[in-house]
């Protein structure tokens, strides 16, 4: 974990979407492993991570105080915590969220729910980068499969090179004034089909860096995201309980 010399990190949380992928019939973020809620393990890694001075939680529409009960116990003493409704889309609830982080925020880490058990150092680390001069940061693993570009009728366009690929994970690092710009660039543009925030930032012809992650950070997605989650949980409990 590095050090971060900056004076307030904010941390923003869009969980308000359903994740109709994992088929549980509500929002995704609510869903519990681990008999905690996803939204619970992350911002408990978050705030674990000893530098997230604020919290804003983009929550599902009108369960804004519920998900505020939920999880202000896992805020460290003197750290703010915000609860607003969050929008149709990510970007829209990102961009709700951005609007509540108190003033002296000047880093912002955008972490998804769904990533729920990224270590509390990948927080510090990517914090760090970006209080030590670059304006986006996001963790990023090796790619290991073979990947193809396809057309519309399946056949192969093409095979990239997947030295130079990443999966890119969160949380995802910002300066507060090149993310601010990126979701208002957007917003004037109508443009809603990015699936991340470091896309957003690319678009306005910002650099990211990317630097590396951890297989932990994996995205809960799928029912066999779950079972995976739940036996990283009960590792961790393991290594805990065998502890001198």
Do not use: Y
């Not at 681990?34 to 978050?46: K, Y």
């Not at 543009?189 to 994996?218: K, Q, T």
Request: hydrophobic fraction near 50%; include cysteine.
């Amino acid at each position: 974990m590095v050090e971060v010399t900056v004076a307030a990190v904010g941390l923003v949380i869009p969980a308000a979407g359903l994740g109709e992928r994992l088929g549980v019939g509500m929002p995704k973020a609510l869903f519990a492993v681990g008999g905690e809620s996803l939204l619970v393990h992350a911002v408990r890694a978050g705030t674990a991570s000893g530098v997230v001075t604020s919290v804003v939680v983009a929550a599902p529409m009108g369960q804004a105080a519920s998900v505020h009960s939920m999880i202000e116990r896992e805020l460290p003493a003197g750290a703010a915590l915000r609860v607003v409704d969050g929008g149709a889309t990510r970007q829209a609830s990102v961009r709700a969220a951005l609007a509540e982080l108190p003033a002296d925020v000047r880093v912002v880490l955008v972490h998804d729910a769904a990533r729920c058990l990224a270590p509390a150092a990948l927080f510090a680390d990517v914090a760090a980068a970006v209080a030590g001069g670059d304006d986006a940061v996001v963790p990023g693993l090796g790619v290991v499969d073979t990947l193809k570009e396809v057309g519309p009728l399946g056949e192969v366009i093409a095979t990239p090179d997947r030295s130079r690929l990443r999966a890119v994970q969160t949380p995802q690092g910002f300066t507060r004034e090149i993310l601010e710009r990126a979701h208002h660039e957007a917003l004037r543009r109508g443009d809603n089909d990015v699936s991340d925030d470091a896309g957003l930032v690319e678009r306005i012809g910002c650099p990211v860096r990317v630097i590396p992650g951890h297989a932990e950070a994996f995205k809960v997605t799928r029912p066999l995201d779950v079972e995976l989650a739940e036996a990283v949980l009960t590792s961790r409990r393991g290594t805990v309980e065998e502890s001198p």
